[in-house]
């Protein structure tokens, strides 16, 4: 049940347009909500991202309404409190927002005020003949089944992913090397079940554009009105000699990579080479780095500097060598060769400026790309130079009837 929750410290909503503001609600401890106002209205809302739960009055406020996250660039409509775009779970909370003798006040329940954003659709039943099915088992995957739902679909979906559990907030691998799906599903496997969900666990193969009609490795076909193809990438490898035969060198793309990779680890104390300096090679360095010696490896002058500029990527790297993490920067790998003790894995990794590096173990960032190889003989897609499909901006595949593709 509603009720008025009075807001600490305001007497009035005189807020700039184009102004943010973090609110405490009197009676509440630790409750917080978001005043933002634009084009002449003040909205009100959930506080914190419902990723990780940074404060979004620290976010950017766009003039087309939308609000964005200020760690992982999660982004939310601040009319609806929609999510915009990934990797958030949940929608945020809106509140009524009005004032009275010279204060403040929201109305809302206590529980939507205190809780971490907008609960989820929690029930579903099946109506009509109408059969969605999704290639794919990340992000994107999952926004658009709780998309689905949330607007109201209600026919058959069905998803289907290599990957033997939910849609994982996969940003936790490379963070926190958590080998363990069930810590990091982004909804448990009951929740697609009680919203009438199917969970496949296999590959899809091939798909007949024509007889509407997705094969898998297995054998099975799955039928459908609308498909879309929520692939991902697939993490790229080195082709030079030995990184692409040798043991003990890892990509990181699912929880079982996280689980090689710990079990190369061991007992700690490795000699632990990154090959690439971007997110997923910084990270998992930064995790490896407080039990192991740790080499990152960047063709750039600066880790992340092509998508945050050299300065702020000099910052990374100094906090990172605070920890013991070492840098060659503007280097180029000739090749891997093999462990003395055990010629079946990585011994050392050569640059090719002569440096020699030690190696127990290796792990490869250095780009994905697109997860597309089972359309690549198909007569009906036009893949790009790169494996990506085109497509208009409402995501409709370009030449294909009622099939959607997202990264």
């Not at 969900?197 to 490795?217: Q, R």
């Not at 891997?336 to 640059?351: Q, R, Y």
């Amino acid at each position: 049940m509603s009720s008025n929750y009075k807001l600490t410290g305001l007497t009035s909503l005189d807020l700039q347009d184009g102004e943010k503001r973090e609110v405490e609600v009197e009676g509440l401890d630790d409750t917080k909500v978001l005043l933002v106002k634009l084009d002449g209205q003040v909205h009100a809302m959930t506080a914190n991202c419902t990723h990780y739960g940074a404060p979004l009055v620290k976010g950017v406020l766009t003039p087309d309404g939308r609000i964005t996250c200020p760690w992982h660039g999660a982004c939310f409509n601040i009319t609806t409190g929609d999510i915009e775009d990934a990797p958030a779970p949940n929608a945020l909370n809106k509140f009524e927002v009005f004032e009275k003798d010279s204060a403040v006040y929201v109305k809302a329940d206590s529980e939507a005020l205190s809780r971490h954003g907008r609960q989820p659709i929690n029930q579903c039943s099946i109506v009509g003949d109408d059969k969605v099915v999704i290639v794919g088992g990340g992000s994107g995957t999952f926004g658009a089944v709780e998309a689905l739902r949330e607007q109201g679909f209600r026919g058959k979906i069905t998803i289907i992913s290599r990957e033997p559990n939910p849609p994982l907030d996969r940003t936790k691998l490379s963070k926190a090397l958590i080998p363990d799906a069930s810590k990091i599903v982004l909804r448990p496997a009951q929740w697609y079940k009680s919203v009438g969900i199917d969970l496949v666990s296999d590959n899809a193969t091939a798909v007949d554009f024509e007889k509407k009609s997705v094969s898998t490795e297995s054998g099975k076909s799955f039928p459908y009105t609308k498909l879309i193809l929520a692939t991902g990438g697939v993490p790229r490898r080195l082709p030079m000699p030995g990184i692409k035969d040798l043991g003990n060198i890892f990509t990181l793309r699912f929880v079982t990579d996280v689980q090689q990779i710990l079990n190369a680890v061991g007992d700690k104390n490795k000699n632990i080479v990154v090959i690439g300096s971007s997110f997923i090679g910084m990270e998992v360095g930064n995790c490896l780095s407080k039990e192991n010696k740790v080499t990152i490896i960047g063709m750039e002058s600066a880790p992340l500097e092509r998508v945050m500029g050299q300065k702020v990527g000099q910052i990374f790297q100094k906090l990172l060598e605070k920890q013991g993490v070492k840098f060659h920067m503007s280097a180029s790998v000739e090749k891997a060769t093999p462990s003395e003790k055990d010629p079946s894995k990585v011994g050392a990794v050569h640059l090719k400026d002569g440096t020699v590096l030690p190696a127990d173990l290796v792990i490869l960032g250095v780009g994905v790309a697109p997860a597309t190889e089972f359309l690549k003989n198909n007569p009906a897609v036009s893949l790009e130079q790169d494996g990506s499909l085109k497509t208009d901006e409402s995501f409709a595949v370009n030449g294909l009837k009622d099939v959607l593709a997202r990264w």
